[in-house]
T-cell receptor, first 113, second 113 residues
Framework: GESVGLHLPTLSVQEGDNSIINCAYSNSASDYFIWYKQESGKGPQFIIDIRSNMDKRQGQRVTVLLNKTVKHLSLQIAATQPGDSAVYFCAEGLEGGADGLTFGKGTHLIIQP | DGGITQSPKYLFRKEGQNVTLSCEQNLNHDAMYWYRQDPGQGLRLIYYSQIVNDFQKGDIAEGYSVSREKKESFPLTVTSAQKNPTAFYLC????????????FGEGSRLTVL
C-alpha cells in the first residue's frame, strides 16, 4: 500500500472501544471543517463535516466536536471495528469551496483485535 | 457504479520525460481537482476546474499542466519542469463548488527513476 502513514501520530485502540482523534486547526477565520478517512492504497473518503455555527454533529458511529475557542476539532468513533483502521485527517476552510481547503497531516488509527 | 477512475495506478518515468495521469468521473460532477500527497503530509492542491474549458492553479501548480475539454475528464501532465515529481497523485470531484465533500479516485503513484 501507499506509505502515506509514515511519520504520522498513531493511535492504537482495542476493537470495540471508542476512539478519539484530535486535530488542531490554524486559521481562526475557517468556518467549515471536514474529516476524511484513507485506507492503505486508496483515496480518501469523506466521513463527516461541520460548520462553525455548530459545536457537535453526529453521523453513523461518528461524532465530530468543534471548539472554536481553542481551534480544536475531534472525531469520535464508537465501538471501533477492524475496518476503521486507516489514516484520518481533518481539513479546514471557508464555505466557498474545496479549492480553499487546508488538509492536516493525519493520524494513523490502528484497531487491535 | 458511479465513481472516479484514475490510471495508471503505478507509473515509472525517467527524468526529463513528461507523463500524463488520467482522471475520469461518471458522477456528473461539475468540479474536479488534482492533489499531491507525500508521506506524512497533508494533501496539496495542484489544479482545479469548476467548469469545462476553465481551470485554476492551486497551491503547487508549477511543473504541472491540466486540461478540461470534457466534463468527465481532467487529465494531469507532470512535466519535466517539476523538480520533485515522485509522489502519490489524487484526483477528486465535487457535485458543486461550495462543498468540501470530495469524491476521490484511488490515486496514481508516480516514481521518477
Amino acid at each position: 500500500g501507499e506509505s502515506v502513514g509514515l511519520h504520522l501520530p498513531t493511535l492504537s485502540v482495542q476493537e470495540g472501544d471508542n476512539s478519539i482523534i484530535n486535530c488542531a486547526y490554524s486559521n481562526s477565520a475557517s468556518d467549515y471543517f471536514i474529516w476524511y478517512k484513507q485506507e492503505s492504497g486508496k483515496g480518501p473518503q469523506f466521513i463527516i463535516d461541520i460548520r462553525s455555527n455548530m459545536d457537535k454533529r453526529q453521523g453513523q458511529r461518528v461524532t465530530v466536536l468543534l471548539n472554536k475557542t481553542v481551534k480544536h476539532l475531534s472525531l469520535q468513533i464508537a465501538a471501533t471495528q477492524p475496518g476503521d483502521s486507516a489514516v484520518y485527517f481533518c481539513a479546514e476552510g471557508l464555505e466557498g469551496g474545496a479549492d480553499g481547503l487546508t488538509f492536516g497531516k493525519g493520524t494513523h488509527l490502528i484497531i487491535q483485535p | 457504479d458511479g465513481g472516479i477512475t484514475q490510471s495508471p495506478k503505478y507509473l515509472f518515468r525517467k527524468e526529463g520525460q513528461n507523463v500524463t495521469l488520467s482522471c475520469e468521473q461518471n458522477l456528473n460532477h461539475d468540479a474536479m481537482y488534482w492533489y499531491r500527497q507525500d508521506p506524512g503530509q497533508g494533501l496539496r492542491l495542484i489544479y482545479y476546474s469548476q467548469i469545462v474549458n476553465d481551470f485554476q492553479k492551486g497551491d503547487i501548480a508549477e511543473g504541472y499542466s491540466v486540461s478540461r475539454e470534457k466534463k468527465e475528464s481532467f487529465p494531469l501532465t507532470v512535466t519535466s519542469a517539476q523538480k520533485n515529481p515522485t509522489a502519490f497523485y489524487l484526483c477528486a470531484s465535487s457535485k458543486r463548488r461550495n462543498t468540501g465533500e470530495l469524491f476521490f479516485g484511488e490515486g496514481s503513484r508516480l516514481t521518477v527513476l
